[in-house]
Nanobody, 128 residues
Framework: VQLVESGGGSVQPGGSLTLSCAAS?????????VGWFRQAPGKEREGVSC????????YYTDSVKGRFTISRDNAKNMIYLQMNNLQPDGTAVYYC?????????????????????WGQGTQVTVSA
């Protein structure tokens, strides 16, 4: 499956952005666990959120709980990440990823190695 992110940009602290990820090719999107990762300058890639369709498991890293929401529209082959109350530590390149056959276990791990398909990334900058 091929993934293309969009929706990144620059916002002030406290602002919101919605990232979108369009999936094409491969099997139906409901065959995949889908996730969002981010990589800040000088830091390792971090799992932000994940959803497995097969067992309806959703994961968020602690730092974004209550502020970010992952969603998917299998009919439109789209994945979204709604980000509210963004803070400067949210500045990073955000990537969507898909794990074929991925279950809730993959989401609880949210390890990059479990995801075989990746988008090219979209930059999010949070600054005053």
């Amino acid at each position: 499956v091929q993934l293309v992110e969009s929706g990144g940009g620059s916002v002030q602290p406290g602002g919101s952005l919605t990232l979108s990820c369009a999936a094409s090719g491969g099997f139906a999107l409901n065959s995949y666990a889908v996730g969002w990762f981010r990589q800040a300058p000088g830091k390792e890639r971090e799992g932000v959120s994940c959803h497995s369709y097969s067992d309806d498991v959703t994961y968020y890293t602690d730092s974004v709980k209550g502020r970010f929401t992952i969603s998917r529209d299998n009919a439109k082959n789209m994945i979204y990440l709604q980000m509210n109350n963004l803070q400067p530590d949210g500045t990073a390149v955000y990537y969507c990823a898909a794990s074929f056959g991925g279950t809730g276990y993959v989401c609880y791990r949210t390890q990059a190695e479990d995801f075989g398909s990746w988008g090219q990334g979209t930059q999010v900058t949070v600054s005053a």
